[in-house]
């Protein structure tokens, strides 16, 4: 006869510590903070990559968990610019407030496009994505009274961030403002991602029939998993044009789109923070190889492309892991000795 382990004597698994829980946001915080120190005469390529950073977010999340194959992300990126550009111009001039409606804009866009397009799959999804985009720009740049056409949305102002600190030519306030935005923005989704509402998405990614087999709504939770990352996209472009005071077509434009699929493979299409770190590298050596060379620094962005795809498949945060490992098998070797 078996033995009844009582309930209290039943091995209850350590609940982790909330550090370790928040490792990744502390670690991006601190690296914010120290970039600040380093390079406090680039905070605009800073600021930039910490927006741009909160747009691969929403890619990877959409790309990465859910599988949602997408070439037309700038849609929602640039839809959040441009609300958030008008909440500042005809509503008020608060961040907070054109931050939020800016995301809202972005989900709106996504929910409304991705009820059509997510009937499809594959290369047709594709192809429709990229086609929403195409419109938007085209109607942005027909749209001159609303938009400002090629001159783009310019001429607003944005108010001191929580009534206190100004947006000034300095850019301290954009830069902390856009980092703060990033942390809680990584925060919230690493979150989701974790949820049974992300495994769920990770589920659908790599076997939709088993899922709808068990009951699951594949289409209704991949148009969540949608409208919530055109809210991340949103939320990225109104920081974008509350930081640079401008909305312009080339948020809708469909190199936009291209430049953040190629952010998120560098860094690692399936981590959250492989899109981060996939985003710093990408604008890093942007900025630098078009510094040296204007007319031929995407050879560069090229050629990295080509060595992470077939050495390192994974990712840069791959090189990362590997690292770690390798540094975990040296302490406890050691440990042993």
Request: aromatic residues 10%; glycine residues 12%.
């Amino acid at each position: 006869m078996s033995a009844v382990i009582p309930p209290m004597a039943m091995a209850v698994p350590p609940r982790a510590r909330p550090w370790t829980q928040l490792r990744a946001e502390i670690v991006l915080t601190l690296a914010g903070l120290l970039a600040f120190a380093l390079f406090p005469q680039d905070l605009g390529l800073l600021t930039n990559m910490a927006t741009m950073s909160i747009f691969a977010l929403s890619l990877s999340l959409v790309l990465g968990q859910a599988g949602i194959a997408t070439l037309g992300q700038a849609a929602l990126y640039g839809a959040g610019a441009y609300v958030a550009g008008w909440t500042a111009l005809y509503l008020t001039a608060d961040p907070i407030v054109g931050l939020l409606l800016g995301g809202l804009g972005g989900g709106l866009i996504a929910l409304l496009s991705g009820a059509v397009m997510l009937r499809s799959t594959k290369l047709t999804l594709v192809m429709l994505t990229i086609a929403v985009a195409q419109l938007l720009l085209e109607l942005a740049n027909w749209a001159r009274w609303l938009t400002g056409g090629d001159d783009g949305l310019a001429g607003f102002e944005v108010a001191p961030l929580f009534g206190i600190w100004e947006f000034n030519f300095m850019g301290h306030t954009g830069y902390f403002y856009a980092l703060g935005a990033l942390v809680l923005v990584f925060f919230l989704v690493r979150n989701l991602v974790e949820s049974p509402f992300g495994l769920t998405a990770r589920a659908i990614r790599q076997d939709p029939g088993r899922v709808q087999a068990l009951g699951g709504r594949v289409y209704l939770h991949l148009l969540a998993v949608y409208t919530v990352g055109g809210v991340v996209a949103g939320l990225a472009g109104a920081l974008t044009a509350q930081t640079s005071k401008v909305a312009n077509l080339f948020m809708l434009d469909f190199t936009t789109s291209a430049g953040v699929v190629v952010m998120i493979v560098l860094g690692g299409t399936r981590r959250l923070s492989g899109a981060v770190l996939g985003t710093v590298a990408y604008m890093t050596i942007h900025h630098i190889a078009s510094t040296l060379n204007p007319y031929h620094w995407l050879f560069v962005i090229g050629s990295m492309l080509i060595f992470v795809l077939i050495v390192l498949p994974e990712g840069l945060i791959g090189l990362l892991d590997r690292a770690a490992a390798y540094a975990r098998r040296l302490g406890r070797k050691g440990g042993a000795r």
